[in-house]
């Protein structure tokens, strides 16, 4: 009988868990988590903050029992792992609760220690109440608390990915006005710059203000409450409370305790059933690496999509299975009040920084026929390789259906499409929901003249 | 100078003629039709009986002033082909305001003169003034007109494809009471009966009374006007006024007439390149024949996004281009109400008439997480072979983002697909858009479970 230990009960750990259930009934499967909440859904705390999601409970749908019951699975939360043994195989488990020290054993072992979060020099070791992070379910609540209980009317939000831009926009909802600290010149990081612009333009009309390429240098604190945020533009900020949603990175520290290689990216170094370089070692999640679809370059993306298929799929791998991953192309989307924002596979920055000779396309198209009353504007950018047609990558930044010609374009990325085969999808057209040709058909229309035209040199 | 002569100026054969243009600036191209309005959106007729769209001048945005200023097209509306001479490449025109009849020749031939119209037996050489058509701009201008100057309350509406329920929609939302005439068992002729279920359901919690298997026998008329129909059920109806939305036909009388042969759908047969079997004579759009991009098999579909492509492939093929037709699968979509009914590729009993040997999986999967405030619930039907694991067919019936799904299973089926591959597409997600694990990947998941299980012979 297997015995197999997963550390990490988030998304990639669990479905891994459940999968190899699934494929085994017979093995003996634990998982442990630092955490109270488990298997919960990170990405939606922003929603719970904002009251769009009725409480935080309804993200934590699962608890160790209901993995015991349907699964067989003993889940144990307040679980820290010291230290692990990969020769004898053993780990030593503290459990916080109780304090009591014990040795665990695998057969095999999984490693779903997620990403840890980035706090800027000016936050590092600062204690206030009105500091908070989105990092999971429990800081979500404390901030829904702490907005309940005091009446706050600014708030500074440090870092503008997809988690800043989302807890700006629910704090916005909520009559707070929000001042947005970015460190480089533009919002929104895995895009490019033209294309953030737009929503900047955007956030400003909502109110929101933006200090760009502006760091905050100096936290004033008194009686553990940030009174005031220096900044390196020689600016002075009060806001009423901080937001810290300045990026993450693999959480490696106890992978690379044992050993275990890390990648070009700084996750784990892994193959495509997930193993790393240690034996009966495995390791999936924000902690691990990716790799493209398009290159098979390595890539890091923290995203819970690609935590769920690197489970899957480890999860298989570890009892059995044939499944392989296939590479991502780090899609991503965002809800932005009333713009949807999203992008698949390479920037114009990434594929430069990966030396593609490359033609850029920005166009824009409505979603339905102008003649109807909810027809919508987006700007898509799209990249198209010049020696092999193919597609590289897409942004698009407008209202509604964004998602999917967002989504069309990856599945064609996914089957490698070349800009000339776009034109030929056969999408589904009514008034209410496209026009007739769909603006990824236009898309690979406009690129594949303008590839021909640089074949003929014009 | 190439003499290109284009009959029918609706979608596919202004899409040809400027695509003509683009490729050839020197060709003289003519477009001849028999009708005032041209190049119009048909399928938004519907929402301008209903005043979603203001009016109907916005279906129709271009007229012959525009292709002859921006692409040098002679587009001569109100005209009527009398007769071709295939062997001297000549045509005998009508004009029909002035009645003077005129030869002109062609060097390249374009049939685009669409589908015409199903005339139930009981609605035969009825005329009447409140028995009306969906088929072209006038005509929906005509109901327009009726409903804006007699007090209507019911409403028939025979046939209950999507041109019906769209009508019927609009209807309902005027506040009439439409009675839908369906000759066969169920609504939704291009789905499978277990899923038009879902649509009568919901048609008749709105209200609409659905009369299936039933079908009009005789029209009781006075006066011009029509005062009550008998039914095959022995019932008796007296509606306000009848719509008739009863299929269409591809409209080959032409083409017949100078011996261009037919395919086994009923239209044109046209190779890759959209070429008859006479010599430089095209055909496209909803008179000529498509095949199927799964498996070869001849399919005539009267849809705007076929024609187009026609077009455009036709234009460009009739001008020394290299575009050639890849094929479709049909997908469509309609809009009725809140509920949104898709599908692409073969039905069940499509696929079983050709012979396939396929698993069906039904499941209902949400839009957007259960947390989520405006969670909805989709059915979905997919087939795979069983032999290929190829995905065969689609249908999809529910709320916000049905459109997306049935894109990205058309987009992968385009790319031939199997079950398998659907787990793996990196789509986008965030709660405001989707599950983590979409729908189509889940549909994935299980088939490709299923498929596994009937090669172990579970």
């Given amino acids: 009988m297997t015995k197999i230990v997963v550390i990490g009960a988030v998304a990639a750990g669990t479905t891994a868990a459940t999968k190899a259930r699934r494929n085994d009934p017979e093995a003996e499967i634990t998982i442990y988590d630092r955490d109270i909440d488990i298997s919960y859904a990170i990405c939606g705390i922003p929603y719970a903050v904002g009251h769009e999601v009725a409480n935080f409970d309804q993200l934590t749908p699962r608890d160790p029992q209901w993995f015991k019951q349907n699964y067989q699975i003993d889940l144990k939360t307040r679980h820290e792992i010291l230290a692990i043994d990969s020769n004898k195989q053993t780990l030593q488990v503290k459990a916080l609760d109780t304090g009591a020290v014990f040795t665990d054993h695998y057969d095999l072992l999984l490693l779903a220690t997620g990403a840890r979060y980035g706090i800027p020099t000016a936050f590092k070791d600062i204690d206030a109440d009105n500091l908070f992070h989105v990092r999971n379910v429990q800081s979500g609540r404390e901030l829904a608390s702490y907005l309940a209980l005091h009446s706050i009317k600014t708030a500074a939000v440090v870092g503008a990915g997809y988690v800043g831009l989302e807890m700006t926009e629910q704090l ?46 100096k936290t004033q604190v008194q009686n553990g409450h940030i009174i005031g945020l220096d900044t390196n533009q020689g600016q002075h900020y009060q806001p009423d409370i901080v937001i810290l949603a300045a990026g993450v990175k693999p959480n490696t520290r106890l992978a690379e305790s044992i050993g275990v290689k890390l990648g070009t990216t700084g996750a784990i170094a892994v193959n495509d059933r997930f193993q790393t370089n240690l034996p009966n070692v495995y390791a999936v999640g924000d902690v691990a690496e990716s790799f493209s679809v398009i290159d098979g370059r390595p890539l890091w993306k923290p995203l819970a999509t690609t935590a769920n298929k690197m489970g899957r799929i480890a999860g298989d791998a570890m009892t059995g299975g044939s499944l392989r991953h296939r590479g991502i192309l780090g899609t991503s989307i965002l809800r932005f009040f009333d713009l949807t924002i999203a992008q698949t596979g390479y920037t114009e920055k990434e594929a430069q920084a990966a030396g593609y000779d490359f033609l850029v396309l920005k166009d824009k198209k409505t979603n339905v026929p102008d003649y109807m009353p909810k027809s919508q504007t987006m700007t898509l950018k799209t990249l198209a390789d010049k020696k092999t047609h193919r597609i590289l990558g897409a942004q698009i930044i407008g209202g509604a259906g964004v998602d999917k010609r967002i989504d069309v374009l990856a599945t064609a990325m996914t089957f490698k499409a070349k800009a000339e085969d776009l034109f030929h999808l056969d999408l589904a057209y009514s008034p209410a929901f496209d026009t007739t040709k769909d603006a990824v058909l236009y898309t690979g229309m406009i690129l594949t003249d303008q590839l021909a035209s640089e074949t003929k040199g014009v």
Avoid: P
């Fill in 172 to 217: 916005t909802k909520l009559g707070i006005q929000v001042q947005i600290f970015q460190r480089s010149a533009h919002i929104l990081g895995n895009f490019d710059g033209d294309m953030a612009e737009i929503a900047e333009t955007y956030a400003r009309q909502k109110g929101i203000s933006l200090a760009l390429a502006e760091t905050v240098t």
